[in-house]
């Protein structure tokens, strides 16, 4: 298996459930990253991972609240989500961003519906 | 804040057209990354530009970083329905998270 994978690809939640997000790299990458997108906005930072410390907290509510228990794993735990967090999550990894030229590649993405 | 525009914002064309987008800042970059994505999946990195007045090839894709390090564009030559996507530009400098624009959506059509 190559390159990053995300588990599920679809998820339907109702707003009362609790969800995790599942994301792996293959890559031998030191940094993962949770990015959301929703339709007709930019990509938008969440969180950030850097040799499994939390570098980066994008003023995200506390209802998601991510886990990574080692370089190659990272989670994003989901309870009580609202309507407005229907959206595609994308999981991206990378060599150190403290080097020169570092590149991000990305999962497939879970599309997240919250009814 | 870093901020990154591209333009246009929507283009759909007939295959065999030739077409340009862009990717425009007001901030300096130390690289340039250009992703495709396609609908329901994640983005695809396509090329990362370091050098300014850098030009990369790709089969029909073309890519360059402007002299200043600012700015960007992208050049299709021949226009494929494959090549449909949301086009996306993200700039990096050492040690700070990527700043992503929002995405040219191009459609290709046969």
């Known amino acids: 298996e190559t390159g990053v994978t995300q588990t599920p690809r679809h998820l339907v939640m109702g707003m009362t459930n609790k969800k995790s997000l599942k994301c792996e790299q293959h890559?031998?990458?030191?940094?993962m990253y949770w990015y959301k997108q929703s339709a007709k906005k930019p990509l938008e930072l969440m969180f950030v991972?850097?040799?499994?410390?939390?570098?980066e907290n994008n003023s995200v509510p506390s209802r998601f609240s991510p886990e990574c228990p080692n370089s190659s794993h990272l989670f994003l735990h989901l309870h009580t989500l609202q309507p407005e967090d229907s959206a595609l999550y994308l999981c991206?990894?990378?060599?150190?961003?403290?080097?020169?030229?570092?590149?991000?590649?990305f999962g497939p993405g879970t599309r997240l519906t919250v009814t | 804040t870093q901020l990154l525009e591209q333009s246009p914002q929507f283009l759909s064309i007939q295959e065999g057209e030739n077409l340009t987008v862009y990717c425009n800042s007001s901030?300096?970059?130390?690289?340039l990354q250009w992703y495709r994505q396609e609908p329901g999946e994640g983005p695809v990195l396509l090329v990362t530009?370091?050098?300014?007045?850098e030009v990369k090839k790709l089969k029909r894709l073309t890519f360059q970083f402007g002299d200043a390090r600012k700015d960007s564009s992208l050049h299709i030559t021949a226009a494929q329905p494959g090549d449909t996507g949301l086009y996306l530009c993200?700039?990096?400098?050492?040690?700070?998270?990527?700043?992503f624009g929002p995405g040219t959506r191009l459609s290709v059509l046969p």
């Open positions: 530009v370091v050098t300014g007045g």
């Open positions: 901030s300096v970059f130390s690289s």
């Open positions: 890559l031998g990458h030191n940094a």
């Open positions: 991206a990894s990378s060599q150190d961003p403290g080097t020169s030229g570092y590149e991000q590649y």
């Open positions: 993200a700039g990096g400098n050492y040690g700070q998270n990527f700043v």
């Open positions: 991972y850097n040799f499994k410390e939390q570098t």
